[in-house]
């Protein structure tokens, strides 16, 4: 049991620190809400990077995850077909995948070319990696981002709400949705092609499937 303590500790160390050798560095906003995430669950972190692990460790912690996914004992990662997740016990994470020939920065914006009656628009923040758009009705908000796909990360409360997967026009999409409620507040995320979409509000699953596939470029 140690041995497995020690193992699955090294394969924390090399999910999330970065090797000396690597060329990537992740966006300062991706690095502010990891470090917030790590600090509430494992205490404050050191952003020291450590040491490449040899290859010999390297190949034992891969044999020993795959010995174990295959006992059923490892859960909460998963891959989607369009996106990465980590599950904990109070929060999911959420990451883009294959982003490899999407754009690096907004070369376009979507927008919603309708809005649902009594919803206007309140504020709308573009930057160089997303835009956040909000919408009031009341009391009542929405909101419609788009992301670039490398630089996508979101955070789910997974004690009060679940997931499901599906497809809108054969890319993959999930609705997250508060469980026990007497609203419809969720959110759809959308692997778009270039981008990341996702509409959020007190709407069915079906109205925000709706809202997503009726976007255009501005």
């Not at 679940?162 to 007497?182: L, R």
Request: proline residues 2%.
């Amino acid at each position: 049991m140690d041995m497995l303590k020690e193992v699955l500790s090294e394969v924390w160390l090399q999910e999330y620190t970065i090797p000396e050798e690597t060329a990537h560095e992740f966006s300062s906003r991706h690095c502010e809400k990891m470090q917030k995430i790590f600090s509430r669950k494992f205490g404050r972190m050191s952003h020291k990077r450590n040491k490449k692990l040899s290859v010999r460790k390297r190949v034992l912690i891969a044999c020993v995850m795959i010995f174990l996914a295959s006992c059923g004992i490892v859960a909460g990662a998963a891959v989607y077909n369009s996106f990465s997740h980590k599950d904990y016990s109070d929060h999911t994470e959420l990451f883009a995948v294959n982003a490899e020939n999407c754009p690096k920065t907004i070369e376009y914006v979507y927008y919603l070319p309708e809005i649902p009656e009594g919803y206007i628009l309140s504020e709308q923040i573009i930057s160089v990696k997303s835009v956040y758009t909000t919408y009031f009705k009341n009391n009542r908000g929405m909101t419609f981002e788009q992301y670039v796909k490398e630089d996508y990360y979101k955070y789910f409360d997974n004690e009060r709400s679940a997931s499901e997967e599906f497809e809108i026009d054969n890319h993959t999409a999930i609705y997250w949705y508060v469980k026990n409620s007497k609203s419809n507040f969720g959110s759809v995320v959308w692997d778009h092609g270039d981008y990341i979409l996702e509409v959020g509000g007190d709407f069915t699953k079906d109205e925000l499937v709706e809202l997503l596939k009726s976007v255009k470029k501005s």
